[in-house]
Every structure is written in structure tokens, then in C-alpha cells.
């Protein structure tokens, strides 16, 4: 853990210099002091590791394939399709095929490509932690598509690595044999633990170090992909109108912050943001109820009696996810979507965009959030909303990534005695990270116990 902060603040020195650094922030950035604002330093420097990285993975591409859209309930995975789509725009690269699980056909591929020169495509893996035994189907559609096509550069966005190396199973020996046989693969893990694994399983391949791609959603407040939650206030809050109960228009509730000075909303100098909501709950309990969960954090026990008397929602990402419904042919092209013709790529980064919103206004709805998914440990981050990350499970999703990229984000455990008696707050930190729910409790009192007192620790909080 130690070796890991020290790196992280030599890359963090080391990215400051970077020639694009201005131009790559946009209407996002704003200078910062980095004594201050740590947390905002760290997800400045991931976006800038992003596009470093992959302007040289696809230096000389012009238009790309992406494969394995995911058109499923999981939020945190719509998050990292549109940070992967934001920077593919701010990379300049013409999107000319999307296909999902079981919709990646070589030859509709290849006719979106027509008339391209191969070595101006690739393809490229959508990303996520799906990369190992757990989702076996990502996998083996990375493999067909990887064998099915030696002729074009084959990319990964940025994965977990969650084989075991010490025991391969026969999905990781043939993914090493498919993957050592292309001329032109490189593979990407979004944490250092999971870079030292690819490294051993893949030795003839180029692998990389980037942070999750969701990292990079909200680079520039003026993107048509950025969520309209994070955009600057009194821009355009419309997104395509799709199915389902949610409306077209997403209007922001009444916000205590509305007559306030930026300075009062924004201590740190964050950007300011089209969504200050009133939170409906002290505490917003997200956690996960899928097979990656293990941890038991949907028993009610474990939050309402120790936190009463205050308010408690405990959930997970479901929404009206399943009320969007894709359209027969979405691959490529021109289609039909909601009654509109709409160009394909556009279809589906609105229903990211969507679903990605609905996520934020969840998360904006509790004045502290506790879980124990990644993504909402990034988007909390992202939206500088104070929470507490709980792992104890054996994947180790966020410990691995928080150690990697966002440890200047961390608030330690040992300081929330401070906090409960009022202890001013000096930088932007705003994630506790614990390893049971006792200690989650404890941080969570400490922080709610502050902000009664006067110390805000979310933007959002009243």
C-alpha cells in the first residue's frame, strides 16, 4: 500500500507536465492547488493517463469497433461505456460498429469498416471487471473475435484481471493461446495488481496502466456525453427520449445552494454542477446483490438499528433499465428509435447517458452513500459526494483501484473521532475506505455527527 502511494505521487509529478494537459480539461478543469485539492488532482491525473495512454495504443486509427455494450442492469458498467465513449471523442476517433454480447457478427463488422484501410481500425473491449472465470461469456466473445480477426488491431479498455494465475483454469489457458497467436493485441488493467497478473499471463504483449475508464465522464462540461448532472448550470438538460417512466427532461430538485456564492458551494473549487439536490436520506446504503457480492450488506440489521434514529434507504442499481428497449438492428448505420431515426452510436451513448444519470441522482439522493461497488465509489468521487467504501470480499475490486488511483481521495478510519467533534476539513478527501460494517457505521455517524455541527463533507448535503 505504501510502495503504491509512492508511486502514485511520482506519476501524479510526472503527469502534470503533459503538452495536451489545457487543452484536454476543457470547460472541466480549473487551476487547482494541489495541497488543497488532492482528490481533484488524482482524477485530473487519471483523465490525463487515459488519453496519453491511448492516444499511442491507436495512434494512426481512424475509426473503431467496440464490442460488448452492456445492455444490462448494472449502472457501474454504463458508466464505463461512456467514459470510454468521451474519450474516444476527445481522442477524435470515428466510432463505425457497436455490438453487444450476442450481437458481434465479423462479417456486419467488416461492412462498417468497408472502405477503410485495415491499419487505420481496431477493435476495441469494452471494459470493465468481467476480464477471468466470473462472467465467463465476456470472455469467450473476446476470444472468438480475437481469433476471427488476425488482420485488424484488436484493443482493451481498461480491465480487472480476476483469473488465478496459480490455478488456470481452461478459459485463461485458451485466452493466453488466442491472445499469443495475434500480430496486434495489447491488453489494459485499470489497477496495478491486475497490470502484474497480465504481465505474467500475456509476456509477449504490450500491457498497459490506465484507471477505469469512468474516470474520464465529465472531462469536459460541454460534452453531449457528459450526464447532465455534472454539466455547468444552465446548460442543456435534455437527453433523447427513450421508454420507460422516466422523462426526456431531467429537472433538478429545488437546491439549498441556489442563492449561495460558488465559494459556499464549492469550497474546493470543484466546477459547479447543473444538480444540487436536497438528499431524501442521512445515509444511502448501496450495495450489491449479485454473485461478486458476498458481503451480505442487503440485511436491513446490519444499518437501520445502528444508525436509527436516522433516515436509511438501503438498494442496489435497479431502475427501468429493462423499459429501454433496443431496436431490432443497432449495430451500424441509421436507425429507428423511439419513433426517430437516429445513427446508431448515438442511440446507444444516449441510453448510457441516461442510465448513468439515473445512477447519479440515486447516489445524490442520501447525504452520505456506503457500498460496496466500484462504480459507485467513482462516481461518488466524481461527483464530490462523501462516502464510505466497504470491501471484505475476496475480489478486492476497489481496494485495488483506490490503492492504485485515488488514495489523495482517502479520509483514514484512525481520524473519525476528529470529524465527529467537529474537526475542520482541509482538503477535498472525502472517501472513507473500511473493511466491515461496523467500521462503515462508525465513519458514517462520525461524518453525519460533523455536518450537524457545520462541516460540510458533500456538496449535496444540506
Not at 31 to 50: K, Q, W
Not at 278 to 303: C, F, I, M, N
Request: aromatic letters at 10%.
Amino acid at each position: 500500500m505504501i510502495a503504491a502511494a509512492c508511486a502514485i505521487v511520482v506519476f501524479f509529478t510526472y503527469l502534470s507536465t503533459t503538452d495536451h494537459a489545457d487543452r484536454l480539461r476543457g470547460t472541466f478543469y480549473k487551476t487547482s492547488t494541489a495541497a488543497r485539492r488532492p482528490c481533484f488532482g488524482a482524477i485530473e491525473a487519471g483523465r490525463d493517463r487515459l488519453y496519453e495512454v491511448y492516444s499511442e495504443s491507436l495512434a494512426g486509427v481512424t475509426h473503431v469497433a467496440v464490442c460488448d455494450w452492456p445492455f444490462h442492469h448494472n449502472s457501474g458498467d454504463s458508466a464505463i461505456w461512456l467514459g470510454e465513449m468521451a474519450l474516444l471523442e476527445s481522442l477524435g476517433k470515428k466510432i463505425a460498429y457497436i455490438c453487444g454480447i450476442d450481437d458481434c457478427v465479423k462479417e456486419d463488422m467488416d461492412k462498417a469498416l468497408e472502405g477503410v484501410p485495415n491499419v487505420q481500425t481496431a477493435i476495441v473491449m469494452h471494459g470493465g471487471g468481467n476480464f477471468g472465470d466470473l462472467w465467463t461469456t465476456h470472455q469467450r466473445l473476446r476470444n472468438r473475435l480475437v481469433e476471427e480477426m488476425p488482420d485488424r488491431k484488436i484493443r482493451h479498455f481498461p480491465q480487472t484481471f480476476e483469473f488465478e494465475l496459480a490455478k488456470p483454469s481452461e478459459l485463461l489457458k485458451t485466452t493466453m493461446k488466442v491472445y499469443a497467436k495475434h500480430p496486434d493485441i495489447e491488453v489494459v488493467a485499470r489497477d496495478t495488481e491486475s497490470h502484474a497478473a497480465m504481465t505474467e499471463a500475456f509476456p509477449t504483449l504490450p500491457v498497459r496502466l490506465t484507471p477505469d475508464a469512468a474516470f474520464y465522464i465529465g472531462y469536459n462540461q460541454g460534452s453531449p456525453l457528459t450526464p447532465p448532472i455534472m454539466r455547468a448550470p444552465g446548460s442543456d438538460m435534455s437527453i433523447l427520449g427513450l421508454t420507460g417512466k422516466h422523462t426526456a427532461t431531467f429537472d433538478s430538485a429545488p437546491s439549498p445552494y441556489d442563492d449561495a456564492s460558488a465559494a459556499v458551494r464549492s469550497p474546493f473549487g470543484w466546477p459547479l454542477v447543473s444538480f444540487e439536490a436536497q438528499p431524501e436520506h442521512d445515509v444511502l446504503v448501496l450495495a450489491r446483490y449479485d454473485k461478486e457480492g458476498g458481503q451480505d450488506r442487503q440485511d436491513a440489521s446490519h444499518w437501520i438499528p445502528p444508525l436509527d434514529p436516522r433516515t436509511v434507504r438501503i438498494t442496489d442499481w435497479q431502475d427501468s433499465w429493462r423499459g429501454i428497449k433496443s431496436p431490432p438492428k443497432a449495430n451500424y448505420g441509421m436507425i429507428e428509435a423511439d419513433g426517430k431515426q437516429v445513427s446508431f452510436e448515438v442511440f446507444w451513448n444516449q441510453a448510457a447517458l441516461l442510465r448513468v444519470q439515473w445512477a447519479m441522482a440515486k447516489l445524490s439522493s442520501g447525504r452520505f452513500v456506503i457500498s460496496d461497488r466500484l462504480h459507485t465509489e467513482i462516481l461518488t468521487t466524481l461527483l464530490g459526494q462523501g462516502h464510505i467504501a466497504v470491501e471484505d470480499g475476496h475480489l478486492r475490486k476497489m481496494e485495488k483501484v483506490i490503492d492504485t488511483w485515488l488514495a489523495p481521495c482517502l479520509v483514514p478510519y484512525s481520524s473519525i473521532d476528529a470529524i465527529a467533534a467537529g474537526a475542520p476539513r482541509d482538503t477535498d478527501a472525502n472517501t472513507i475506505f473500511v473493511h466491515s460494517n461496523t467500521e462503515a457505521v462508525n465513519a458514517a455517524k462520525a461524518w453525519l455527527k460533523a455536518e450537524d455541527g457545520g462541516v460540510r463533507w458533500s456538496r449535496i448535503s444540506e
